[in-house]
């Protein structure tokens, strides 16, 4: 008899395995995306893509104060159109920031303390789902 049991395993096991590639639905609010802030004036990653509802986190990882700074009005930003402007303020070394966004579209941010050495990153933020 061939050993139908362990095949079926493997069979489940695959379809689990299968199961679990894909992206499961973030809860509302849950850190989808973390930024580091760092030494080199860069935010890394540079751009990252998250879906309406979740949230980026910022960390400043470095030894410098920093900003995330998303307001056209205080330099070169850009938002989607219906979005509110944000901006962390200064942000010391080990400091943190969250935003949760809800409007889909590209957000490109920069740091207020070093946009003229090219500090800036992008966050996608796609429809839910
Ligand atoms: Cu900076």
Redesign the pocket.
């Known amino acids: 008899m061939p050993p139908r049991p362990l095949a079926l395993a493997a069979l489940l096991l695959a379809a689990l395995g299968a199961c679990a590639a894909p992206r499961a639905p973030a809860e509302a609010g849950a850190v989808a995306a973390l930024v580091r802030?760092t030494d080199a004036?860069e935010f890394d990653p540079a751009a990252v893509t998250i879906r309406a509802g979740e949230t980026v986190e910022w960390r400043n990882a470095s030894r410098?104060?920093?900003?995330v700074t998303a307001d056209p009005a205080l330099g070169g930003a850009a938002l989607p159109p219906g979005a509110q402007a944000f901006a962390s303020g200064e942000l010391a070394p080990g400091a943190s920031f969250r935003r949760t966004l809800t409007v889909p579209g590209t957000y490109r941010y920069f740091?207020s303390?070093?946009e003229g050495v090219g500090?800036a990153g992008e966050i996608t933020v796609l429809p839910v789902k």
């Not at 410098?64 to 900003?67: C, N, Y």
């Open positions: 802030m004036f410098f104060r920093h900003s740091c303390q070093h500090m």
